[in-house]
Structure formats: C-alpha cells, structure tokens
C-alpha cells in the first residue's frame, strides 16, 4: 500500500515567480505593524500568498476531494488514496483546516488591511491603492465565510481587540458587498496613482477593477439570495445597470511559470511525488452529463486511455482502472496553469440564472438559454477548444424548458457552471451548495465510498488553534463538516 503525503505548499513558490525576489521580499522590518512601506509591496505579497492558497494542498486539493469534482482512484498504485487520512472520504488532517485560517488572517489579510490603511494616510492619498486592496480584502472574506461560516469580521485587524467577535455569515456577506461598495466608491480612473507594475492581474488598468468588484458583487449577491430573498431586487438593479466583467480579456487569474519553484501546486504534487502522473481521475459527476453529449472539453479535461471508447468516470472512494477511467490530463493541471478567479463565463452563467429564476427582472427562458449557451461557448474557448467547435457546440445545445429537473434550463445553467469551475476548489464547492436546498442540489452526490455516513461534506471545520480555543467569543461547540452554514439551504 503506497505512502500518503500531506502536502502544504509555501507561500514563497509564488513569491519567486515575481521579475525581481529582493524587491517584492523586501517588505518591512516592524513584523508587527507597517509604519514606512510602500503598500504595492504589502498588496504584492497578499496576492502572491492568496494565489498560492487557493490550489495548494490546504485548499484545492481537499476540496476537489471532498468536494466530488474529482476522483482519488482509491487503490490504484498511482491514485490519491492508500490508507490513512484521505479527504475523498472525508478524513482530513486538522493542519488542513488550520492553514488557510491563518493564511487569510494573517498573511494576506492582515497585510491587505495595513496596504490600505497606508495608501489613504499618504500624501497624495492613493485611492486606487486602497481600491484595489479592499477587492481582495472581499475575495478574502467571502471564502472565509463560505469555507467556515460565522468568522471574524466586524472586530477583524483591529488592535485594540484581542479577542474578535465571530460575526453571522449574513452579516459577513453583506460585509463583503459593503467592502466592493467602498472600492468602487474609491476607485479614480483619472488619476495616475495606482498600483500598476504589482499588479499581477490588471496591471493596474482601474476599468478591469471595476467591472471586477461590481461582478463580485453580483456573486455574493447570488449566494445570498436563497436565504434572504430582499437581495433579488439588487441584483436586478444590477443586471440593469451592467458595468461589469464583459469579455474574456476581463478574467481575473494569475499565471505560474514552468520553472522550478514557481510551477502550479496541482502539477507540481503530481512531478515531485508521482512520477509525472495525475494522481486524480475523473469523476463520474463529470463525465455522466458530459460524454453523452460529446462534449469537446472532456479531452481538455482528461486524458483518455487508448484502450477506452468513452469517457467512463469512478465513485469517489472506488478504484481507479488505467485502461478503462481517464485521469485529470496534465495539460490542463500543467505547470503554468493559471489560478483562476472569476471569468467571462462565470458571469454569463450568473446572467443566465438570473433571467431563468426571475431574479429583480421579468423571468424570460428565451433569454436564460440564449445566455446559457454564450456561457458555454465562452467556456469552451477558456479550455482551448477551437473556436468552431465551441460555436457549433454550444449552438446545438437544446432549447431547454420546464421549471425542474435536467430538462430545465435552470437545472443545465448549475450543472454547466459547477462543469466549467471543476478544477478550481473552492468554487465549485460554493456553487454546489447553493444549487439547490439539501437533497436537491446539482450535481445530485452520494456520500463517497468509505466515508462516514453522516452526510456530505458542506464546510472546513473550525481549526484547533490557539486563536480561536483561547478566544471566549469563538464558538464552543464543535461544528462538524457535514453541517450546514446560513447560505447553505
């Protein structure tokens, strides 16, 4: 039975993949407080940590895991599983939950919170900067809050409490939407103050982190919506106004690089540790909807045995055969995939819902297909699909009808953006939540081979650490990982 590595990938392979180490390294001497730094350099290095996080062995490995968007393989020689703590059946190792709370705390948001409070007390106060730190400041919160629930956030960064309240989710996500409000309050297109040359997304192009913001807004307002229906409206207002991310040139990723140290997690566990060899296969949540329909990314998704007919996908927790399951194909999860964190086509599928669902505007079904079917065009061409293809493809897609079940267009409008976000963690696992009440949800999962049979996996528990077990206003009872949080029907 094969060895099982825990790996946790630092903070520093991203960091080195920057033009010049020194200067981006380079970012203070008091580690308690930042009292003369350029905030570009803490800016620069929150990003670079926050990038690293998200696909790192804390966060993206576990939750495409637990999260059923890909297969471990179990038994096969070459496969993920093999004995012990196994996050495809829900067994994972406390160092697990523990790393990204201190990551999101401490090493991108502590440093985000001194970037702006530096950026609005200079001289001349540098609104952008401050603007484009408070984005990242909501990214931050709003997966903290859909990967824990109730955390930290009114009494977050604040020196003179040592012991910070754990405020509702609800309030937390209107936090996050209140946190982009003050950025695109800032924002100054005219001005020339800015972070530019560090910026590793927009290079400081103020429009992009705009439409940016407003399409974060809009998804937060999308995770909210089921359990506080009052946010309907502002959607529509949204919807109506536009202004937000409009075109693939509007994505917002970072690349890493083929160069040692600085090449994506996801490749590189597979380099160091496999043989060069995917550890993950397909999961049948995939290829069950996709392969009948001849969908042109499952060879962008998968590598495909030779001696295999169709794209045949494995129960999590059952054993992966080479030749007859494919596995995640090596170059998708290459070593200079991008982290990607929201796209042209995210926001197409959020379109789509809206007109589907009657969300502030008229429900129109017409519409809801025709954006449906421009989201997976657009999706398409993201995974490298030639450009007719993607057109013939998504332009064969049924007209769908009804108000439930897989012939609805609201049924296929979940089901193609969980498809399209499956290699990014934690963001198939927050639209997975939300499709759908408990029992309901799309894709429908079962409880992975081997795992407990208390329920699906729905939350990172709340780590051991001394910040929250010293802390009296931390929860007391243990909440466990198949419990459901606000969002979560």
Known sequence: ?????????SVLTLILALPSCKKYLDINKNPNAAVTLDPKLLFSYAVTSYVNLRPSGDMGLPLNLAGQTMADGFNNPTGWSGGGLNEAEYRIDPLIYGNPWRAYYTSIGNNLQQAIQLAEAATPKNNNAAAQCKVMLALVYYELTTLYGDVPFSEAFRSDVTYPKFDPQQKVLSGVVSTLDGALAQ????????????????????????KLAKSLKLRTYMVMVDKDPSVATKIGEMITAGGMVAAAADNFFI???DIQQKKNPKYDIG???????????AIKWVTDYMDPMNDPRLPKFYDKPATAARYVGIEQGTDGDDKLHPRVSTTLQSAAQPEVIYTYEDQLFYEAEVYARGLGVPQDIAKANTLLKSAVNASCLFYKVDATTATNFSAALPNYVGATGPTSVLYNIHYQHWLDMFDRGIDPFTEWRRSGPEGQEIPAFTIPVGAPSNGLFRRYEYPITNEINQ?????????????????DL
């Not at 039975?1 to 990938?9: A, V, W």
């Not at 924002?187 to 705009?210: C, H, M, P, R």
């Not at 802390?471 to 969002?487: D, G, L, S």
């Open 271 to 281: 380099e160091r540790f496999n043989g060069k060899i995917n550890f993950f296969f």
């Open 187 to 210: 924002f100054d297109e005219a001005s020339t103050v800015k972070i530019a040359d560090y910026d590793l997304f927009y290079k400081g192009n103020i429009a992009q982190w705009k």
């Open 471 to 487: 802390n009296p206003n931390a929860p007391k009872v243990t909440i466990k990982y198949y419990e459901k949080m606000w969002f």
């Open 255 to 257: 690349p890493f690089q």
């Open 1 to 9: 039975m094969k060895q099982k590595f825990l790996i946790t990938f």
